[in-house]
């Protein structure tokens, strides 16, 4: 996380300790006081979300005294909360190696590369501060942000199960925590990790819509839909819920509500070549051949390699006495269908 976690008091302490240090031997005492003022101002700054501000006063506190290691942190926060990412991963390169054992510049550097999408040199300095500083939750919580972002679940479930045992009030760690056993095929403890978030927090972010995902990979539809719908009524112009919503109320059977919300998911996102791909199926059973014919078009226009949509192409065009289409686009399934990778364990592919 970018705040910081060192308490206030012990933060001051240390701090007038280095300024005193740096009066007696590296700065003119005047020369202390200013910069001290200078990076007071900018920690206010900062924690009131004026992050500009503090970048200038911290930038000129760091010019006045560039040997002091609180400010280059602080000015290091600025610049990664202020967004200014490529000089922060520019300054923040040349603070690690100016002072090497401080956990912080480890830390807000490999945040900077991770917002810049540079996961792997993120994850190289956010392990560094981990050494440094290893009951920093704020640490273990961003590297397992990282690994998510990475796909490497079980280390992400690894840090993520650290931070939740440092702060098991964290909400958002317990849902991170919940994906990452989703991800690694743990639907059980999933399910109960996104319990847990909602519980500490019911306004924990996409979690209706996480313990949606965790009941319907056990294939308990209703409950899924049940929490997908509660997703809906709090974060409506969200896709992904939308289109999952509308493939499970299709699987029951529901082909009106599904056909409801998977146009709705395609508006939101007209690049979702399932969501297409579903609102054709839901379109086929519904008897409505030519918004069917539509929706699966576009489905193959976003992914000429599945054959699904083919496969409900050709019932459409059977539906309406469209032979040789029918004929044709069923062999476009057939052939498709014998380059599909063969999966093994929990099937993974669709009954079309």
Request: proline share 5%; hydrophobic share 40%.
């Amino acid at each position: 996380m970018l705040l910081k976690t060192t308490g206030p008091g012990f933060r001051r302490i240390l701090r007038l300790a280095v300024f005193l240090a740096l009066a007696a031997s590296v700065v003119p005492h005047a020369t202390a006081q200013s910069s001290e003022s200078l990076l007071q101002r900018g920690d206010a700054a900062l924690q009131a979300g004026q992050f500009d501000e503090a970048v200038q006063l911290l930038e000129q506190a760091y010019r006045e005294a560039p040997q002091n290691s609180e400010i280059a942190t602080d000015l290091l926060l600025g610049y990664v909360q202020s967004g200014r990412l490529p000089q922060a991963i520019s300054f923040g390169t040349e603070a690690v190696h100016k002072w090497p054992n401080n956990p912080d510049l480890h830390h807000y550097l490999g945040l900077a590369q991770f917002k810049a999408g540079q996961n792997s040199a993120a994850g190289d300095h956010l392990r560094q501060a981990e050494k440094l500083a290893p009951a920093d939750k704020s640490v273990h919580f961003d590297l397992g942000l990282v690994m998510l972002a990475s796909q490497n679940y079980p280390a992400a479930a690894q840090q993520l199960e650290t931070v939740v045992r440092l702060d098991k009030s964290n909400a958002l760690a317990h849902l991170l925590l919940g994906r990452a056993y989703q991800n690694t095929n743990r639907s059980l403890p999933a399910i109960e990790e996104f319990r847990t978030a909602l519980r500490l927090n019911p306004d924990v972010p996409l979690g209706h819509y996480n313990l949606g995902f965790g009941y319907a990979s056990l294939g308990n539809n209703r409950e899924a839909i049940a929490e997908y719908q509660v997703e809906v009524q709090r974060t409506p112009d969200n896709p992904e819920v939308r289109y999952q919503l509308g493939r499970l109320l299709l699987d029951t059977g529901d082909t009106s509500g599904a056909a409801a919300e998977l146009q709705r998911a395609t508006a939101l996102d007209p690049n979702n070549a399932d969501a297409f791909y579903q609102l054709g199926k839901a379109m086929v059973l519904a008897g409505n051949t030519e918004a069917a014919e539509h929706a699966l078009q576009r489905a193959i226009e976003l992914n000429p390699n599945d054959p699904g949509p083919h496969y409900q192409l050709a019932r459409c065009f059977q539906k309406v006495g469209k032979t040789e289409q029918a004929r044709s686009e069923m062999q476009k399934f057939a052939d498709l269908k014998k380059l599909e990778p063969q999966s093994g364990g929990m099937a993974t592919g669709r009954i079309h």
